[in-house]
């Protein structure tokens, strides 16, 4: 069974879309979002995999259940209808910066001299921004996340940045 996950921001509210989830409180996972009719970046609850995270990373991971039908391509699913189960542990706004600086020097040092230089430069630009903005963390999650999808250029550097995350979360299954 594949494990989807949802990005918010730390107060729980959306990075990316509009309207906001239910929150698991405790032990209990939030309640169930109306079913809606699922359309990629159009409407539904949209939601990615493990391997899928770094393309959609904020300061905040929850894995999430979903039902009915659905859609998926290479980058994220949208669901009819989805419910966030728990906040997964080991991950936070300083993790996002901590990790944002790891895929600059990823990148750095594998990509030619050029590129890696501006890739670098804009993501330790990100994690800079993102630290010293701490009270605008809305923006700081977006433009990290944007950083992000923009260093993962493929594949396999992709596959990197989702191990990064793996190591500092708690996965289950």
Not at 52 to 69: C, D, F, H, M
Not at 81 to 90: D, H, K, N, Y
């Amino acid at each position: 069974m594949t494990t989807y996950y949802k990005t918010m921001m730390e107060d729980g509210s959306t990075i990316f879309g509009r309207d906001g989830w239910y929150l698991p409180k405790g032990k209990r996972p939030g309640r169930w979002m109306p079913k809606v009719t699922p359309q990629m970046c159009v409407s539904g609850y949209h939601v990615c995999t493990l391997e899928q995270l770094p393309l959609w990373i904020g300061p905040a991971i929850y894995e999430v259940e979903v039902r009915g039908e659905y859609l998926s391509d290479n980058s994220k699913a949208v669901f009819e209808q989805a419910r966030l189960i728990r906040r997964v542990t080991g991950w936070g706004m300083n993790e996002l910066v901590e990790w944002a600086q790891q895929c600059a020097d990823h990148v750095q040092g594998s990509v030619a001299a050029e590129d890696a230089e501006y890739a670098a430069e804009y993501a330790r630009d990100v994690a800079r921004y993102a630290a010293e903005s701490a009270a605008e963390s809305a923006r700081d999650a977006r433009y990290a996340a944007e950083s992000a999808r923009d260093v993962a250029r493929d594949t396999a550097e992709l596959q990197w940045q989702a191990s990064l995350i793996a190591e500092k979360i708690e996965v289950r299954g």
